[in-house]
């Protein structure tokens, strides 16, 4: 199936220091979506991408869908503690069985030091 | 509810002992889809209802693993003879319809640890 790798897969910051990671994939997706997820949460979406070369913002995050639809990047400006947790990234890949089914990477795992 | 519930939040079991975790969606939500996440890997699909159909069961790993959604609301994931390999977080998440992660929300999951 479609596998969607993140790299990298952790990372030590300083409060206040710019973020980025990002997301690649072998095949095509025609959307990007990135999650966070929080001990012993649920993932939240934190940004929809639905079209290739599109930069979208929400807050202090800024997420980019690759031009040639097989990655994506993640950035944050100006980390805070509360941005602490894992960061996926994911698309819809068809499962096999006559649906699209939303697939996730293995997370890049974000810890901010005060 | 405002969101989506899922009972219990831990559950430890036997190995061989079979057990049912419980996923309430956001009422009204006619999709909803089960995931199995394992500790440092992201949530894979398990299985996706519209309504009370099954209309995909593709990513159960095995025929011990059942899903359910009779009255197309409350949904029930049933993990027969568990063996230390089923220990994960299931989640649970629900949308107003379609698949492909459009208007998800997840549940906070059950974490299942099979001893």
């Known amino acids: 199936g479609q596998q969607l790798n993140q790299s990298p897969q952790s990372m030590f910051i300083q409060e206040g220091e710019d973020v980025s990671m990002n997301c690649t994939s072998s095949?095509?997706?025609?959307?990007w979506l990135w999650y966070k997820q929080d001990p012993g949460e649920g993932p939240v979406l934190l940004i929809a991408l639905y079209k290739a070369g599109e930069l979208t913002s929400n807050g202090r995050l800024t997420a980019q869908f690759g031009i040639t639809r097989k990655d994506s990047f993640l950035n944050i400006s100006a980390s805070i503690p509360s941005d602490v947790g894992i960061y996926f990234c994911a698309g819809p890949a068809y499962s096999g069985a006559g649906s699209y089914q939303l697939t996730f990477g293995k997370g890049t795992k974000l810890s901010v030091i005060p | 509810g405002a969101g989506v519930s899922q009972s219990p939040r831990y559950k430890v079991a036997k190995r061989g002992q079979d057990v049912a975790l419980r996923c309430d969606p956001i009422?009204?939500?006619?999709?909803l889809f089960w995931y199995q996440q394992a500790l440092g890997q992201g949530p894979e699909f398990l299985t996706y209802f519209q309504n009370e159909a099954q209309l995909d069961k593709s990513g159960l790993p095995s025929d011990r693993f059942f899903a359910e959604r009779p009255e197309g609301s409350v949904s029930t994931l049933k993990i027969q003879r568990t063996q230390q390999e089923d220990s994960a977080v299931y989640l649970c998440a629900s949308s107003p319809g379609g698949t492909g992660g459009y208007g998800y929300t997840f549940g906070s999951g059950t974490r299942l640890t099979v001893v």
């Open positions: 095949s095509i997706f025609n959307t």
């Open positions: 009422s009204g939500h006619v999709s």
